[in-house]
Nanobody, 119 residues
Framework: VQLQASGGGLVQAGGSLRLSCAASGSIFRIGDMGWYRQAPGKQRELVAA???????NYADSVKGRFTVSGDNAKNMAYLQMNSLRSEDTAVYYC??????????????WGQGTEVTVSS
């Protein structure tokens, strides 16, 4: 199973980006998916997550600006980021709970996509 994150780049403050996370491989079912970020010199932190049932939660710092969504049929997750700030600069990682059969579940990480917000 692989997670491929994409959509990062350089954007000016106030701009928008949309990140995508594609899961591929021997997938029976995708569970909860999340987006994390790690800025230089800081610990990795949860940005947003979406459960298999569609419930979402966000870090306080991104509430009202970021929206997480998922497409279970396509094994995809997205993070729409609006009103970007310089403090959103980080490497963004996607994470997913993946069942490879009825009783085997494992947590996977994508390789990260870099987001740089210039002020």
């Amino acid at each position: 199973v692989q997670l491929q994150a994409s959509g990062g780049g350089l954007v000016q403050a106030g701009g928008s980006l949309r990140l995508s996370c594609a899961a591929s491989g021997s997938i029976f079912r995708i569970g909860d998916m999340g987006w994390y970020r790690q800025a230089p010199g800081k610990q990795r932190e949860l940005v947003a997550a979406i459960t298999i049932g569609g419930s979402t939660n966000y870090a306080d710092s991104v509430k009202g600006r970021f929206t997480v969504s998922g497409d279970n049929a396509k094994n995809m997750a997205y993070l729409q980021m609006n009103s970007l700030r310089s403090e959103d600069t980080a490497v963004y990682y996607c994470n997913a709970e993946v069942w490879t059969n009825w009783y085997t579940q494992q947590n996977y990480w994508g390789q990260g996509t870099e987001v740089t917000v210039s002020s």
